[in-house]
């Protein structure tokens, strides 16, 4: 096997020299991969079930450990998600509001990544030859451990620093509008509902009373002018 750092960059002359060896698979190429030899990149990873090339560089995979050496994964739903969707970095308001407001969210978003059992349900389905050669401890979940690309991980940061700044933002302004228990003097009682009563704002200096028993006071002091 070739290591990564025998082989030779890709060039010119190698995808005319591809063209000339293989020229109907190379006429039903797009044209771009035939010319650019930046469209292509170097693959040394493969899926153990499904023997698709994983680029390390865009796909999300899973790697375990058999026998002392790696086996790789390719991710279900690659390339179905952006990082961007996955993190909800295009969904921010004017004020650049992230889709993701806590960084319990942006935590909690790669979920939609983490293997379970039925993921190893469907491999026996499809894959039951790989499956079948491997120990029965590799085919759960805990064995396999989840591999995020570069700008898979550079977009989790940028979601977590804009969730940072959403909790900061969203801290200022509460403590802001808040009203210090300490100045409350009273309890307002509507529907069943309590609340602390500023009573710099209220006008309020003593304890409310109702309408019933203003409209008896009223009477009261009435009766004697």
């Not at 771009?32 to 493969?46: E, G, R, T, Y």
């Not at 509001?97 to 969210?105: I, N, T």
Request: net charge negative; glycine share 4%.
């Amino acid at each position: 096997m070739i290591r990564p750092i025998d082989a030779e960059p890709l060039s010119k002359d190698t995808l005319v020299l591809l063209e000339t060896d293989f020229p109907n698979q190379c006429d039903a190429a797009p044209s771009v991969l035939i010319s650019d030899p930046l469209q292509w990149v170097l693959v040394n990873k493969f899926c153990f079930f499904s023997g698709g090339p994983i680029n390390t560089e865009e796909d999300v995979y899973y790697q375990a450990d058999f026998d002392g050496n790696p086996i790789y994964m390719l991710a279900f739903l690659s390339p179905s998600l952006t990082p961007e969707e996955l993190y909800k970095l295009t969904e921010g308001g004017p004020e650049n509001e992230p889709g993701l407001k806590s960084v319990a969210d942006v935590q909690e978003v790669e979920s939609v990544y983490d293997l379970t059992e039925r993921d190893f349900d469907d491999l026996k389905l499809y894959h039951l030859g790989p499956c079948r050669a491997l120990p029965q401890y590799i085919l759960q979940p805990s064995a396999w451990t989840k591999v995020l690309p570069p700008h898979f991980l550079a977009a989790r940061q940028q979601a977590m620093l804009r969730a940072h700044d959403y909790d900061g933002r969203f801290d200022d302004e509460l403590a802001q509008n808040s009203v210090p228990v300490s100045e409350s003097t009273s309890i307002k009682t509507e529907n069943g509902q309590l609340s602390v009563v500023d009573p710099k704002s209220s006008g309020f200096d003593k304890d409310p009373i109702s309408q019933e028993e203003a409209e008896q006071e009223g009477a009261f002091h009435s009766n004697f002018t």
